[in-house]
Every structure is written in C-alpha cells, then in structure tokens.
C-alpha cells in the first residue's frame, strides 16, 4: 500500500491514499502532521509517586509526547532551578555565620575538653646531648621540644641539681647490684 503525503499549502498536507487533507499542528514540522504537541515538561517534575503504565519513565500509554520529549524524559541532564545571588549568599552566610557561632561559643565557654595525659617533658634541655648534638649551637636542632610549662605548672621534674643528687642516691642505695 503506497502512503504517500504532499504538502498541499503551508498549514495543510494531503494524504494521496485516501484523499484526506490534513491540517498540520505545526507548520514548521510537516513531517510530524497532525500529532498533537503537548506543552514541555520535564519527566523529572511529574509526580514521583503517582500511577504511570511506565513508571519509571513517568508516562502513561497513548500519551502524546512533545516532538523534543528526549529533551525532557527522564534520561536527560537533569535541569537544575537557578538561584538568585541574593538568596545564595543569605545561605552561604547562614552557614558559614553558624560554623564561626559555634567555634565562639567553644571558645568563650572553654567548652574543650583537657588533655587527656599529662605533658611530655624532657630533662637536660630535651635530651639533646643524648640525640647527638655536639654543642649548645646545635641543641636547638637536636633536642625534643620540653614542656617547660609543665615541669612549672606540675613539677613533673625537678632542678637540675635534683636530678644528680637523686641518680647518686639511687646509686648509694642499689650499689650492690651496679658495677661501675
């Protein structure tokens, strides 16, 4: 069965097999007749819950789609709502305005734990001699950071002449089991 169709004016094309004179939905796409041509809409903007024969593709059967529909199926780039610089700022500052709130209220409350052990220290200038530095210009490479504040605030170690008088002490006392 031959189908042939010639566009018989502008707004009209004419089907040779039965005669019929079809009027075109629109004129700049004759090949599409008298399709309907539904108003754009965006798959993604329909309904997600309701009943669709497809419901993955929202779309019901016989249901006219629009001559670009593989512009707003649901496969398509997804389109997103501009925002105006106005209202993305007033978030942006929300935002960063409750994070800097939240470190002040921290900080003003003092709401940071302790530490949970005590400090490190370490005598005879952070061990540095025994870490290898040959001379005070070096120490400063060579030794372990002290917590000077914490032998103050703690005594967690005493002078330096302490320190001998409690090592020859120990060695008075376990003098039996040390050979020098």
């Known amino acids: 069965m031959n189908m042939a169709r010639s566009v018989t004016t502008k707004t009209h094309i004419t089907d040779h097999a039965t005669g019929e004179v079809i009027k075109l939905t629109d004129p700049s796409l004759p090949q599409m007749a008298d399709y309907p041509n539904p108003a754009p809409k965006l798959a993604q903007d329909r309904d997600p819950y309701g009943k669709y024969d497809d419901p993955q593709n929202r779309r019901n059967l016989n249901e006219p789609l629009n001559f670009n529909d593989d512009l707003y199926d649901m496969w398509s780039p997804d389109y997103y709502q ?24 921290i900080w003003y409350f003092q709401l940071n734990p302790e530490k949970p052990a005590m400090p490190r220290s370490f005598p005879y200038n952070g061990l540095a001699k025994t870490l290898g530095s040959g001379s005070e210009e070096d120490a400063k490479v060579y030794r372990v950071k002290p917590d000077t504040t914490a032998e103050q605030e703690l005594g967690v170690l005493g002078a330096n002449d302490e320190i001998k008088k409690q090592q020859e002490a120990y060695l008075q006392a376990n003098s039996d089991f040390i050979k020098a």
Do not use: E
Not at 82 to 105: C, E, Q, R, T, Y
């Open 82 to 105: 501009p925002v105006s610089d106005k209202s993305a700022l007033k978030a942006n500052g929300i935002f960063f305005g409750s994070v800097v709130a939240f470190g002040l209220a």
